[in-house]
Nanobody, 115 residues
Framework: QVQLVESGGGLVQAGGSLRLSCTSS????????MGWYRQAPGKQREWVAT???????VYADFVKGRFTISRDNAKNTVYLQMDSLKPEDTAVYYC?????????WGQGTLLTVSS
């Protein structure tokens, strides 16, 4: 079965850290560009970060310097290390895999940052 499964969400205090994971199955993971997105209550889904198949990364301005995306191709997993968390980071976080015309989303994991 081709799928992405996110994990690692939870409740954290402002200023804290958390690491999200997204593990794939059924994909040739190393070929895929992987991204993290988020959707806060009542808002549209927005892009957070992307890591390419060769390890290059880009970030949305609102997470630069606080979040780090990485991947472990041997584990078919992409990570999002989140530091200096703010209440406005509260959202459901989704990972996405894409390769040419193929695109696959995970089901999401909820992060709540308390003030």
């Amino acid at each position: 079965q081709v799928q992405l499964v996110e994990s690692g969400g939870g409740l954290v205090q402002a200023g804290g850290s958390l690491r999200l994971s997204c593990t794939s199955s059924g994909l040739v993971f190393r070929l895929n560009r992987m991204g993290w997105y988020r959707q806060a209550p009542g808002k549209q889904r927005e892009w957070v970060a992307t890591i390419t198949s060769d390890g290059g990364s880009v970030y949305a301005d609102f997470v630069k310097g606080r979040f780090t995306i990485s991947r472990d191709n041997a584990k078919n997993t992409v990570y999002l290390q989140m530091d200096s968390l703010k209440p406005e980071d509260t959202a459901v976080y989704y990972c996405k895999a894409d390769y040419r015309s193929f695109e696959l989303w995970g089901q999401g994991t909820l992060l709540t940052v308390s003030s």
